[in-house]
């Protein structure tokens, strides 16, 4: 298990859907351990009673349906199915309504949702999805990407309420991909993906939705920074090792 | 290394595993052009599908060696001199060799690590002026670092088509640059372009001066051409995936939130609202 996770950190992230059913097929006996340690990109579905699009995850899925925020209900259609309490949905629906307004003012577009469950120790958890296509012919907005997908999952457990007090524990993952095209630079791709923990201990009194939605936007915030300055920095520091830059090879040039 | 352990330990069977790595590692090493050490001091030799003999034998024309390769090991393990069939003529080896010194001074240069070759793909035997012959250049810079969790390789291969008749060079370059950082996260660079450009069939030495210029130009636009696509990541390129502030350019009000789900009680109850 350890080796296959091991193999999986070294593979380009654009191959790790190939690598991963490579390995679940090696491996069988560790495919609930392998689905659970790789984030794959999210898929959608149309939930048809509410004109919506709804993100699949391992959250919200029970046997092989998948429950839509927007409808409580399952696709394909399933019976005995599993669904959160009735105080636990009502949450669910405010975060799915406000998560909404967030992904907006941040994405420009993109679908977003939500999706709670009872935990063992009288708390629960939440998991927050965003998908976002950001390539011309999808929702970005400048028209720069022949290619560009991002996907975040914010999964935050909340123990239970002790005098006013709560902790909270959120994993946040995102996936992203994108690729430029033009004449001078060709096809210019990144792609990657990263995870960060994020631990707090808050007082409840602006409500759970209040705590978890600061935290997500903070560590969100944080991973895209470190995507964009740490990661492709890194990156780009490696193309600058190999071939370092123009102006030192200029200043050495006319030859004609 | 650590790689290839964890690789053993998921197959967990010798004979899977080597017979997966002979098919594999030829074609790994062949596609990134991995550059061996030869033994004895000779130089190094370029693993590619230009420089191939037979699947373990490939020619280093600077030398006139052939390298036998363990693909698997990744190791040149022993040398021997080409034969006359395997090597160009005199007419091309002058064009060849031309070429060779000038690209090697370019890369000397241009590149810390850089190895580079000139094959004769096509037309190796033309004894003189009147058929057409076609030379490779091959540049290659790899930069290893696993313990810094960074691994980058950068990949020039330039077909340069010397025309008899019309008395043209016609040059086709693609190159590819890759980058990968896999310290708490998994990031990977893929970039690559394709360029075309022409020049005059001239004396062995102009044209090597010629074409030389010619790759460094479109190597040094490239270069360029990637810093700006970087520079156009923070504000432009990556906004279309996330804005890094809201459209409100201020932090998410989620202290509005609880007022905003009270109100939407209220609205319920009045019987407003969707």
Known sequence: MEAALGLLRRMPPKQSETALSALLSLLPQHSSDLLSQVDLPLQVLRDIESGKDFILCEYNRDADSYRSPWSNKYYPLLEDALYPSSELRKLEVEANDIFAIYRDQYYEGGISSVYMWEDVNEGFVACFLIKKDGSKSGHGRRGCLEEGAWDAIHVIQVGPEEEEMAQYCLTSTIMLSLTTDDESSGKFGLSGSIR???????????????????????????????????????TREMVCTLRPPAEIVQMRLPDT | MRGRNHLKAVLSDEEVYNEAAMEAFPVYNKSHMICLEMPSRAGDVIVSSYSEITENEYL????????????????????????????????????????????????????????????????KDADGPGSDFELVVIITAMKLSPQNFC???????????????????????????????????????????????????????????????????????????LEVAYSKLPDNTFKDLRRKLPVTRTLFPWQNTLQF?????VEKELGLGK
């Open chain 1, 196 to 234: 960060r923990q994020m631990k707090m201990e808050l007082a409840v009194a602006e409500g759970h939705l209040c705590n978890m939605g600061r935290m997500i936007e903070e560590l969100e915030g944080k991973l895209r920074n470190s995507l964009d300055q740490v990661y492709f920095g890194k």
């Open chain 2, 60 to 123: 280093d024309p600077r030398s006139a060696q052939v390298a036998i390769v363990d693909h698997v090991k990744q190791i040149c393990t022993k040398v021997r001199p080409a034969n006359d069939e395997e090597l160009p003529s005199s007419y091309i080896e002058e064009y060849r060799y031309a070429l060779d010194a000038e690209i090697q001074r370019y890369v000397s240069e241009s590149y810390p690590k850089g190895v580079s070759a000139v094959n004769c793909v096509k037309g």
């Open chain 2, 151 to 225: 691994n980058g390789s950068w990949r020039s291969v330039w077909n340069i088509d010397f025309q008899d008749e019309s008395q043209v060079l016609n040059i086709k370059g693609k190159l590819q640059v890759g980058a990968h950082y896999f310290e708490e996260g998994n990031v990977e660079l893929d970039a690559k372009n394709e360029f075309q450009d022409s020049t005059i069939f001239q004396s062995a030495d102009d044209c090597a001066i010629g074409i030389a210029n010619i790759i460094r130009h479109h190597e040094t636009e490239y270069l360029a051409a």
């Open chain 2, 261 to 265: 789900s009270l109100t939407r009680e």
